[in-house]
């Protein structure tokens, strides 16, 4: 790996505890709870005292020689002849997590069969384990593991815990300036990652296995709140409301007194559930780091236009919008003021431009304050503010500027 990927990585990763709680300060406000429930603990443990595996043994020499043979069968031998796979040292990752990391289904349910722990865990506190490898695996630099939700079905089956919690990679130590290192106890559970990722599958067999929807980290964040797609929230909110009219009438009053309770700098400035989604609010930084972009072609070869990318908060913002959020409702707080449309068009997003004008965004609404600086000219007024179409102009935007006019907004001229 280049000089500049393991960059890049890191910088994911490091932005990834930020993502997921690690780098919010705790609220003053009580956590909410769904409609007729009560607010449950947001830990069911805490591993900070974890000791490097000293009960655990180390792998015997006909445990290696099973695992280097490539048969399974080898590791079912070797479990009647009585050995053990749950070995090896507390630092490193075990024969079970191998398996996983090296997307090879066969072996892990041969383990698993062999009697290997599928809670093992590992790592300098002790949790890192076989669950959280398989959901984690493009953000450890290992892949998108082609198998995963086959390998988390049978980690599941076998018994692995859908609420165990983990810290994301360096949330314990490269924590930014001014905020509160990760602890176990406080840290992600399988669901909230899963739901970062867009790991629909997975999400669905934790739901299925058992993982509590409500369950949050130490700021109050859950699944609900990490999820980056329609189909993930969707799913998320069908658990926590079953009626499909409760579900109508109640959600997004729901996630909206979720996001009230967050303490983080951007849900100061993102008060809605719409703006937030439409700004991927800590959604965009689970996200692994792009593909490096392709080799130059060759002077022969045809230039093929690539096709446009979905932007990957757009599945939430529909969700919400589709829930009933208005599309015009505007920040008016002080300095600020604009409009749902007006944060799209700062993130230059057509794709979303467009999505906030099909559920009906005003494309006259105009807006004072500037989104980038957040500062509002003290003699503007929503009468002599620039128009979104005035926007997108100066700011170079025709595509957007294009689908703006196509849904009235007048004319270039």
């Known amino acids: 790996m280049s000089v500049s990927n393991l960059h890049m990585r890191r910088l994911?990763?490091?932005?990834?505890?930020?993502?997921?709680g690690c780098g919010r300060s705790p609220g003053?406000?009580?956590?909410?709870?769904?409609?007729g429930t009560s607010?449950?603990?947001a830990s069911p443990r805490d591993l900070e005292t974890f000791a490097p595996a000293a009960h655990r043994p180390p792998c015997s020499a006909a445990v290696a020689a099973a695992l280097e043979d490539t048969r399974p069968q080898?590791?079912?031998d070797a479990a009647r002849r009585g050995e053990t796979f749950t070995c090896g040292p507390g630092t490193e990752p075990l024969p079970l997590d191998r398996a996983v990391m090296a997307d090879r289904p066969d072996r892990v349910y041969a383990l698993l069969e062999a009697g290997a722990d599928p809670n093992a865990q590992w790592g300098a506190h002790g949790d890192r384990l076989p669950l959280q490898m398989a959901i984690e695996s493009q953000l450890f630099g290992y892949g998108h593991l082609k198998h995963r939700a086959e390998i988390v079905k049978a980690l599941l089956d076998r018994g692995a815990d859908p609420d165990v919690r983990w810290c994301p990679y360096e949330s314990r130590d490269l924590v930014p300036t001014g905020s509160t290192a990760c602890v176990t106890a406080g840290g992600v559970t399988p669901l909230m990652m899963a739901a970062a990722l867009d790991q629909l599958d997975v999400v669905v067999l934790l739901l299925e296995a058992g993982a509590n929807v409500d369950l949050e980290d130490r700021y109050g964040a859950s699944?609900?709140?990490?999820?980056?797609s329609q189909a993930v929230l969707s799913v998320l909110l069908e658990r926590i409301f079953p009626d499909a009219r409760e579900r109508r009438?109640?959600?997004?009053?729901y996630l909206r007194t979720r996001l009230a309770r967050q303490s983080d700098r951007e849900a100061q400035w993102l008060p809605t559930p719409l703006m937030q989604a439409i700004a991927g609010g800590h959604v965009d930084f689970v996200l692994p780091p792009p593909e490096p972009p392709p080799p130059p072609p060759s002077p022969r070869a045809r230039a093929v236009a690539p096709a446009p990318r979905e932007d990957p908060h757009l599945g939430r913002a529909r969700a919400i919008l589709q829930l009933g959020a208005d599309p015009n409702e505007r920040i008016a707080r002080g300095s600020l003021d604009w409009t749902p449309l007006a944060l799209?068009?700062?993130g230059r997003s057509a794709q979303m431009v467009e999505v906030l004008l099909q559920y009906g965004a005003d494309p006259t609404l105009r807006w004072c304050a500037d989104v980038k600086t957040r500062q509002m000219p003290s003699d503007c007024t929503l009468t002599t503010a620039p128009t979104p179409l005035m926007w997108a102009e100066r700011s170079g935007q025709r595509d957007i500027a294009a689908l703006l006019v196509r849904y009235g907004a007048g004319s270039f001229r």
């Open 12 to 20: 994911c990763l490091v932005s990834l505890l930020v993502a997921l």
């Open 28 to 35: 003053p406000l009580p956590v909410p709870a769904r409609p």
């Open 39 to 41: 607010a449950l603990p």
């Open 74 to 76: 080898a590791i079912a």
């Open 223 to 228: 699944a609900i709140d990490r999820a980056s």
């Open 249 to 253: 009438a109640h959600a997004l009053d």
């Open 344 to 346: 799209a068009m700062y």
